[in-house]
């Protein structure tokens, strides 16, 4: 299907500005990157639209022009990075007159 041919392209005329993709992104309560990954978003994709590079592509405008309230998805699931103590191995004694114990 071309660009043009969109159902998103038929229904709005331009893509989204940078500050609906930030308002919607904000609602979210959630990261950038967190929010590509979640719709399938190419990784750097809000980054490049801030920066002028690119657009957004049409197949996620109804995302940012749509009802907020219901597009934007409340379970986008905020990463917690829990810090968990690795159990440390014990080492064994190796013995001195095997052929391992030229390698360590």
Same mark, same amino acid.
């Given at each position: 299907?071309?660009?043009? /041919? ?22 979210? =309560?959630?990261? /950038? ?6 719709? =399938?978003?190419?990784? =750097? ?20 022009? /749509? ?38």
């Amino acid at each position: 299907m071309k660009p043009s /041919e969109h159902p998103n392209c038929r229904r709005w005329l331009r893509p989204p500005t940078i500050e609906q993709i930030e308002a919607v992104v904000k609602a979210s =309560g959630s990261s /950038e990157l967190q929010f590509e990954r979640y719709y =399938g978003i190419y990784t =750097g994709c809000i980054k490049n639209i801030r920066l002028g590079v690119k657009k957004m592509p049409v197949q996620y405008w109804h995302i940012f022009l /749509e009802d907020k309230e219901s597009v934007v998805a409340k379970t986008v699931a905020k990463t917690v990075s829990a810090t968990q103590k690795i159990p440390k191995k014990k080492r064994t004694k190796v013995d001195p007159n095997s052929k391992l114990a030229n390698l360590i």
